[in-house]
C-alpha cells in the first residue's frame, strides 16, 4: 500500500533533507511550505502556517486526494527570530507560538481524524529544539519548543494505540536558521559541543526516518535528542 507522508517547512534546510530521504525510501512526500515553489517533494502546496483558516483550507485540499494513503506527519515548520526578550511584542509572540505550536497542534488533531475515518494507523513525528529542554535566552522560541516536546507526550497519550506520536530535537544544525543566531551564542554553542562541530540537515532527516519506520513499532512518546552532545 502507498505510504504518503506531510511534511511542512518542506522548503527549508531540514525540510528539504528530510523530504529527500523519505522519497529516497519509497514514501510519497506532500510539503507544506510558506513558499511558493516545490523544492525536493512529490506534491506541494502552499500555506501560511500562522494564518488558521488558510491551513484548514489547505488540510481540506490534502484530505480530499490523499486520506486513504495518509501514513506519517512531520510537524517541522518553525521559526526562530533570536528576539530579545526585553522588546519582545505580542505580535511577535504570536506569530512564533502559531507556528511553533498551534499549527502543529491542529494539524495532528485533523491527521488523527482523517487516519480515523480511513481506518488505517500511522505516526507523528515533531521537530522540537534543545532549546525546548534547556530553554532559550530568545523565550518565546524556547516556550514554543518546550511546548512542543509536550505535545508529543500528551498526543501520544491521546492517540494510542493507533498512532505513535515521537520526537526529533535538534541541537545547531548548519542551515539559514541558524545564521540568525547572535555571534556570541554561536561562540558559547561551539564550545559546548563534544562532536565540535555543527550538525547537518541530513542528521536530523536520519532521525526523522528512523521514528517513522512501522519497524520501529515499540518507539512512542520519546525524545530523540540529535545535538552532538551539547551540553
Known amino acids: 500500500m502507498e505510504k504518503t507522508i506531510i511534511v511542512t517547512g518542506?522548503?527549508?534546510?531540514?525540510?528539504?533533507?528530510?523530504?529527500?530521504?523519505?522519497?529516497?525510501?519509497?514514501?510519497?512526500?506532500i510539503g507544506v511550505d510558506i513558499g511558493t515553489e516545490a523544492t525536493v517533494t512529490d506534491?506541494?502546496?502552499?500555506?501560511?502556517?500562522?494564518?488558521?483558516?488558510?491551513?484548514?483550507?489547505?488540510?481540506?485540499?490534502?484530505?480530499?486526494?490523499?486520506?486513504?494513503?495518509?501514513y506519517g506527519l512531520v510537524n517541522n515548520a518553525g521559526l526562530y527570530e533570536a528576539l530579545e526578550f526585553n522588546t519582545l511584542s505580542l505580535f511577535d509572540y504570536e506569530r512564533i507560538m502559531a507556528v511553533n505550536i498551534r499549527a502543529p497542534l491542529f494539524i495532528s488533531q485533523w491527521f488523527a481524524r482523517v487516519l480515523k475515518e480511513n481506518h488505517n494507523k500511522g505516526v507523528i513525528v515533531n521537530i522540537a529544539s534543545i532549546s525546548g529542554e534547556n530553554g532559550s535566552k530568545d523565550v518565546a522560541y524556547g516556550v514554543s519548543k518546550g511546548a512542543i516536546i509536550n505535545l508529543t507526550k500528551s498526543l501520544a497519550l491521546a492517540l494510542a494505540p493507533d498512532i505513535r506520536v515521537n520526537t526529533v530535537s535538534p541541537g545547531i544544525i548548519n542551515t539559514s536558521m541558524a545564521q540568525k543566531i547572535p555571534p556570541e551564542r554561536i561562540k558559547d554553542y561551539e564550545s559546548r559541543i563534544l562532536n565540535q562541530q555543527f550538525g547537518a540537515p541530513a542528521d536530523i532527516a536520519q532521525a526523522v526516518t528512523f521514528l517513522l519506520n512501522e519497524e520501529n513499532r515499540y518507539v512512542n512518546n520519546a525524545l530523540l535528542s540529535v545535538h552532538g552532545g551539547l551540553h
Not at 502546496?45 to 488540510?59: E, G, T
Open 10 to 29: 518542506s522548503n527549508g534546510g531540514i525540510g528539504q533533507a528530510i523530504c529527500t530521504q523519505l522519497k529516497s525510501r519509497g514514501l510519497t512526500v
Open 43 to 70: 506534491i506541494f502546496y502552499q500555506a501560511d502556517l500562522s494564518d488558521h483558516l488558510q491551513l484548514l483550507a489547505c488540510l481540506d485540499h490534502i484530505e480530499k486526494k490523499y486520506a486513504d494513503s495518509l
